[in-house]
């Protein structure tokens, strides 16, 4: 029987298999502490960014890839070996129908998730990670989840998710996707990164401008070091709630 204390830590996917689909490049990491999670998903194949300064100097084909990538984060609960993820905050807005999956272990130690409600089947390792602590974190009106350790982090934040991207996904795919659209839904960013000291440099990202940036800074609070879509940066404080 998988219980909660089964999926503490830093998982990597190995591969997802479904009918008529199989992905094992895709970079996929959950990170797991207590009851909360975060989760961030980023396809190999990304635009070249070479030469550009931000998100608003990519055209519309370049967009639509990067919103092949998927965040959420929020919270499980596990019954009967069926974890529930509860997305308190999603990248791509209101989840089609809950995220249920049959947990259960290899011979091999690999963690295997089957879909309850959707035909697939992923495969997990766990990453060899120091424990993981967790907390839920605002930002005026966004909020998120950060899942951190003093080596590494995972933040999801955001706005509360409301509708789908299907309508901003159709705009870029005929080039008419608006400013205030796309600037409302990069506002919202997942990033894993690793801890220099005091500063949190992002290594993965649902904005590939923040990679290899500093993106969290931890002293007496804790900063979080904003790209917005058209470049602006700000350090705005994350309170932990």
Request: one cysteine or more; proline letters at 4%; a negative charge.
């Amino acid at each position: 029987m998988i219980t909660q204390g089964h999926l503490q830590g830093h998982w990597q996917r190995d591969w997802i298999k479904a009918p008529g689909f199989e992905d094992a490049t895709t970079r996929v990491h959950w990170l797991q502490a207590g009851s909360l999670f975060a989760d961030l998903r980023i396809p190999l194949d990304r635009p070249d960014i070479a030469g550009l300064s931000c998100l608003a100097d990519m055209g519309a084909p370049a967009l639509r890839m990067l919103m092949n990538a998927e965040g959420f984060a929020g919270d499980i609960t596990v019954e009967d070996s069926n974890c529930t993820w509860h997305r308190r905050i999603n990248w791509h807005g209101v989840p089609a129908q809950s995220d249920i999956g049959l947990m259960s272990f290899d011979d091999a130690g690999g963690l295997i998730e089957d879909g309850v409600l959707a035909e697939y089947r992923e495969l997990w390792q766990a990453v060899p990670q120091q424990p993981l602590r967790s907390a839920k974190v605002t930002c005026g009106e966004m909020r998120g989840v950060l899942i951190e350790n003093d080596a590494v982090f995972l933040l999801g934040i955001g706005a509360d998710p409301s509708g789908t991207t299907e309508d901003l996904i159709t705009a870029l795919d005929s080039d008419t996707a608006e400013n205030t659209a796309l600037h409302q839904h990069f506002a919202s960013v997942y990033m894993l990164g690793r801890w220099d000291g005091a500063e949190g440099v992002a290594e993965l990202s649902t904005n590939p401008f923040i990679e290899g940036q500093v993106a969290l800074e931890r002293n007496d609070g804790l900063l979080w070091h904003s790209i917005a879509f058209d470049g602006r940066r700000k350090v705005r404080v994350l309170v932990r709630e």
